[in-house]
Nanobody
Framework: QVQLMESGGGLVQPGGSLRLACLVSTSIFNFNDMRWYRQAPGKQRELVATIAISGVTNYAASVEGRFTISRDNAKSVVYLQMNRLNSEDTANYYC????????WGQGTQVTVSS
């Protein structure tokens, strides 16, 4: 059974940075897309960033220019580098693998607060 494990969340001050990691228990190339979502309290889950098997990336307008999704194929890890964080980025962040099936991680909490 494929598993995704997120790490790297925590408390950060506004303007700060965090890097999230998603460790995949199988090859990333088993999936068409690797994605990061987030969900803030009382809000719907939001797609934040996608990296396709081709390497093409896409971002939500709210994070474009601040967040970067990348991957280490050899380590089967997908990263989300988050810069210039603000309070609206506070959420639980989830890794998602999309292929013949959809696989989700448990999430990692990011809190942006002074």
């Amino acid at each position: 059974q494929v598993q995704l494990m997120e790490s790297g969340g925590g408390l950060v001050q506004p303007g700060g940075s965090l890097r999230l990691a998603c460790l995949v228990s199988t090859s990333i190339f088993n999936f068409n897309d690797m994605r990061w979502y987030r969900q803030a309290p009382g809000k719907q889950r939001e797609l934040v960033a996608t990296i396709a098997i081709s390497g093409v990336t896409n971002y939500a307008a709210s994070v474009e220019g601040r967040f970067t999704i990348s991957r280490d194929n050899a380590k089967s890890v997908v990263y989300l580098q988050m810069n210039r964080l603000n309070s609206e980025d506070t959420a639980n962040y989830y890794c998602n693998a999309e292929g013949s099936r959809s696989v989700w991680g448990q999430g990692t909490q990011v809190t942006v607060s002074s």
